[in-house]
């Protein structure tokens, strides 16, 4: 079983990946090394109080939360669909109620067009 070191890891790593950023950028905005980043997201080394408050300022949530994700995180896939997923609900946990209701609308509209037959669709 992960220690929560490594699950801390894995969960900046997922955020860092599904906003696109190198592990030295992200190392920037905090003022740290990427290589440090690199130690935490593969859990060889422990995130300090004061970089998880950088990484959570940058990842637009708080260190409890962080906290908390990684201490209750079984397995996480790193993929590429995870990674469009996760970008793709932060920007719709953005929205106003009423977006969500508009772009919601919209996903089930796209859907029933994708199930349509073929010749219905032209």
Do not use: C, W
């Not at 109080?49 to 908390?68: H, K, M, P």
């Amino acid at each position: 079983m992960p220690s929560l070191n490594e699950r801390i890891g894995e969960v900046i790593k997922r955020k860092r990946m599904r906003d696109r950023l190198t592990q030295a950028d992200l190392g920037s905005r905090i003022g740290v090394s990427g290589s440090y980043i690199s130690s935490v997201e593969s859990g060889t080394t422990g995130v300090r109080i004061t970089e998880l408050e950088g990484l959570a300022a940058v990842f637009r949530t708080t260190a409890v939360d962080l906290i908390n994700e990684a201490a209750g995180r079984d397995a996480y896939n790193f993929s590429a669909s995870n990674r469009e997923r996760d970008a793709f609900l932060t920007i719709y946990d953005g929205l106003t109620d009423e977006h969500k209701r508009q772009a919601r609308n919209f996903l089930l509209f796209l859907r029933e067009l994708q199930l349509r037959p073929e010749e219905e669709r032209e």
